[in-house]
Structure formats: structure tokens, C-alpha cells
């Protein structure tokens, strides 16, 4: 009993030294089916799909541990042609450590498209957003209050209570793609906001930036063609995806293979050639990714689990798990087919 009690306090511990108590220190989200929710890691994606498009999507993070993740999210973007550009917006809602702290965010989205070249085109986003953080004391237990061997016997001086934060975050995005290869750069937290609750020391966010792109090889000589019924399409997709955020980085690097409805694949995150700490030489992997996907018409759904094969294994956290559902609206006036961005994906414009 008491060894549960203790594991539970080392979690619980671990997560707020991480958050320096009052101080927020904390890295991004971060989601391992990241190319289904395009308009997160960069605004560039809006209206990129040339349709209304709406994405839910759940990350559930080592359900095993109290201090477990689980992150909801939802987003909505269209394309006005008029004007050459993508507006969208998203909804974030984030809780770590059984709901102790938590935070949601609403961002808009903004998208311009150039056509660099007959082979080549490149899109701009911004991206405005507000951000609210809760830090909950209500209910926290703390090392100092427990008596081996008579338990818990409370008492201490411990911050009590909720406190809560509220600040505005912009960021900006690049995509330039072609029929099979696409890259994108994007920085979030430009303007490195202040994420320190009241009464802390002042706390900057470290400015995040990713870098994604891919190749699609393509394994049938039909041509797919946006906005054709009777599309098919078979092919494999290597794909990267970089992060770099303070003192921490991270790269998902992998393939996924399309045949007709059906998707399969699988990512290796983790940089094998870096250390955590120099000092105890603790590898730098974190998880292999493995995804399924189908799609029904206008609808496609994903789900991916994260097999964890870092240190913290020992600990039992369970792996994470991914779910998505993506609807593309087609429009009912016939368009002439556009070149379609190669990014991961299982539906047909």
C-alpha cells in the first residue's frame, strides 16, 4: 500500500519540479498522428484541403501513471478562392497529473496561398492565440506530510487553493509542396509570452520550432486527381517531423503506406545519437508509433499507439494512444482538379 502511496508522491513530485512549483515549466503538446492535425503545428494548413474540414482528435498519454495526460482537440477550416486564402481555427484542451493542472487554448488561423511555379506552390500562415492555465493544490499530498510507518499525518506549509493564467500566444508558418514532396517550417510562441502564474518569477516561453516534409512514391501508374470519384490510390510516404523548443528536442521519423481506403504505418521517435544528460548518458528515445487508418466517403479515421521504450518503462506508465476522425466537405460545384498537397492523409478531395 505504502509502496503505491510513495510511487504516486515521486509522480506527483516530479511534475511540479518540473513546473517549478509556481513557475509553469512545461514543453509543447505534442501528438504522434501529427500530420491529422495539420493546423496545429502549422497555421500554413489552413484552408490547405481547398474545403470546409472539421478535425476532433484524443491523445491519451500513459494511462498507467496518476500523472497521466490526456489532451482534446478540435478544428475547423475552409478556403475562400476569392482570395487566395485559408482561414481555420482550433481548440486545445490539455490536463496533466489528474487534472492538477491544466490548459485551453483558442487560436485563429490565417492562410495565404502563392503559386510559386506550374509544379510548385507555397502557403503563409499566422496564428493568434489565447491561453488559460489552472494549477489545482486542491487534494495534493506532498513527501513531508507522510510518517513511515503511520502514513499520511498532513500538516506543512504548501501553496493551497487554484490559481489561474491568461495570455495571449502568435505564431507563424511556411509550407511549399508539389504533387509528391512537401516541407514546412514553423515557429510558435513568437512573441515568448509569460507563462508564470501570480506571484512567481517571471517565466518566458521558449519560442517552438518544427520542421516537417515527406515523399510520396507512388506504387500505381493510375494518377490520383482531386475531386474524382473513382480516385485510387497506392503508395508509401516517408516523412520527418523535427521540434526544437528550449533545451529540448525531438524527431518523429517514419513511413506510411496508402492502399485505396486503407492506411498503415509506423514512426521511431527519438534522436539515438543524442543524450538527455550528458552525465548519465540516458538515450535519447522515447517510443515507436504505430498507426491504422480507413476512410468512409468524406469521413477517415485514425488510431495510433505509442509503444514506450525509454527508461520510464521501469515505471509502467502504459503506452499512449491516438484517435481521429476527419470530415471533408465536398463541395457540390465540380472543380477542376488542383494539385493536391502529398501530406499524410486517407481522404479524397
Not at 33 to 54: E, I, K, M, T
Not at 135 to 141: E, I, S, V
Not at 320 to 337: D, G, L, Q, R
Request: with cysteine; aromatic share 16%.
Amino acid at each position: 500500500m505504502f509502496s503505491k502511496i510513495y510511487l504516486r508522491i515521486f509522480i506527483l513530485t516530479a511534475l511540479f519540479t518540473s513546473f517549478g512549483y509556481n513557475n509553469a515549466y512545461s514543453q509543447d503538446i505534442q501528438f504522434s498522428q501529427f500530420y491529422a492535425v495539420p493546423l496545429y503545428h502549422n497555421p500554413a494548413f489552413a484552408g490547405s484541403v481547398h474545403a470546409p474540414r472539421g478535425i476532433v482528435h484524443t491523445r491519451l498519454q500513459w494511462l498507467g501513471l496518476d500523472a497521466n495526460y490526456k489532451t482534446y482537440y478540435a478544428s475547423g477550416d475552409t478556403y475562400l478562392d476569392k482570395y487566395k486564402s485559408g482561414i481555420g481555427f482550433q481548440v486545445l484542451h490539455d490536463i496533466q497529473g489528474s487534472s492538477v493542472y491544466a490548459s485551453t487554448q483558442f487560436s485563429f488561423l490565417y492562410s495565404y496561398e502563392i503559386p510559386v511555379s506550374k509544379k510548385f506552390t507555397a502557403r503563409l500562415g499566422l496564428q493568434a492565440s489565447g491561453i488559460q492555465r489552472t494549477l489545482d493544490y486542491t487534494g495534493l499530498r506532498y513527501p513531508s506530510q507522510f510518517d513511515d510507518p503511520n502514513g499520511y499525518k498532513g500538516g506543512g506549509t504548501h501553496p493551497t487553493g487554484i490559481q489561474s493564467q491568461l495570455y495571449a500566444d502568435v505564431g507563424a508558418g511556411t509550407v511549399v509542396y508539389s504533387d509528391r514532396i512537401w516541407g514546412g517550417f514553423s515557429v510558435e510562441h513568437l512573441n515568448t509570452p509569460v507563462q508564470s502564474f501570480a506571484g512567481a518569477t517571471k517565466d518566458n516561453l521558449p519560442m517552438n520550432f518544427q520542421l516537417t516534409g515527406g515523399y510520396k512514391i507512388p506504387l500505381s501508374q493510375r494518377k490520383y486527381l482531386a475531386y474524382t470519384e473513382d480516385a485510387t490510390e497506392i503508395s508509401i510516404t516517408p516523412t520527418f517531423h523535427y521540434k526544437s523548443q528550449g533545451k529540448s528536442d525531438q524527431l518523429d521519423l517514419g513511413l506510411y503506406g496508402m492502399y485505396n481506403q486503407l492506411m498503415a504505418g509506423v514512426w521511431y521517435r527519438g534522436i539515438p545519437v543524442k543524450h538527455y544528460d550528458n552525465n548519465y548518458k540516458i538515450p535519447n528515445r522515447e517510443s515507436v508509433v504505430f498507426l491504422v487508418g480507413w476512410m468512409y466517403k468524406t469521413w477517415s479515421f485514425g488510431y495510433s499507439y505509442d509503444l514506450t521504450i525509454s527508461k520510464l518503462t521501469a515505471a509502467g506508465p502504459g503506452g499512449s494512444h491516438e484517435f481521429n476522425i476527419t470530415y471533408i466537405h465536398k463541395p457540390v460545384k465540380k472543380h477542376k482538379p488542383m494539385r493536391r498537397l502529398p501530406c499524410p492523409s486517407f481522404y479524397k478531395h
